[in-house]
Nanobody, 115 residues
Framework: VQLQASGGGLVEPGGSLTLSCAAS?????????LGWYRQAPGKQRELVAT???????TLGDSVRGRFRVSRDNAKNEVYLQMNSLNLEDTAVYYC?????????WGQGTLVTVSS
C-alpha cells in the first residue's frame, strides 16, 4: 500500500490549507477507512480526522469545527481542509489507511503555522 500526501507548507495563523493523499496498491483501499493523523515535536501521534467509504467522518477534539475531511472513492483519495489554523496545528501530518485490522502510513507532510 502506498499513500502519497501533498499540500503541506507554511501558513500564517488564521489561514487555511488543504492536504491531499492518493492511496494505491490494494483492492481493499476502496473499503478502507482513510484519514489523517499528526505528530508535533515532542508529542505523540494523534488522530486528526478519518472518514469511511460511506462518508462518515470522525474528527479529533482539537480540530472539530475547523477541519473537514472528505474522500473521492473513485480515485482512492482523501483530503483535509484545514481552516482557522493556529500555532498548535504545527505538525507532521500523516495520511492513513485502515483495513484488515492494519494501519498503513504515508511519509508525512509538514504543516507549519507561523507569523
Amino acid at each position: 500500500v502506498q499513500l502519497q500526501a501533498s499540500g503541506g507548507g507554511l501558513v500564517e495563523p488564521g489561514g487555511s490549507l488543504t492536504l491531499s493523499c492518493a492511496a494505491s496498491g490494494s483492492r481493499f483501499l476502496n473499503s478502507a477507512r482513510l484519514g489523517w493523523y499528526r505528530q508535533a515535536p515532542g508529542k505523540q501521534r494523534e488522530l486528526v480526522a478519518t472518514i469511511t467509504r460511506a462518508g462518515y467522518p470522525t474528527l479529533g477534539d482539537s480540530v472539530r469545527g475547523r477541519f473537514r475531511v472528505s474522500r473521492d472513492n473513485a480515485k482512492n483519495e482523501v483530503y483535509l481542509q484545514m481552516n482557522s489554523l493556529n500555532l498548535e496545528d504545527t505538525a507532521v501530518y500523516y495520511c492513513n489507511a485502515f483495513f484488515g485490522a492494519t494501519h498503513y502510513w504515508g511519509q508525512g507532510t509538514l504543516v507549519t503555522v507561523s507569523s
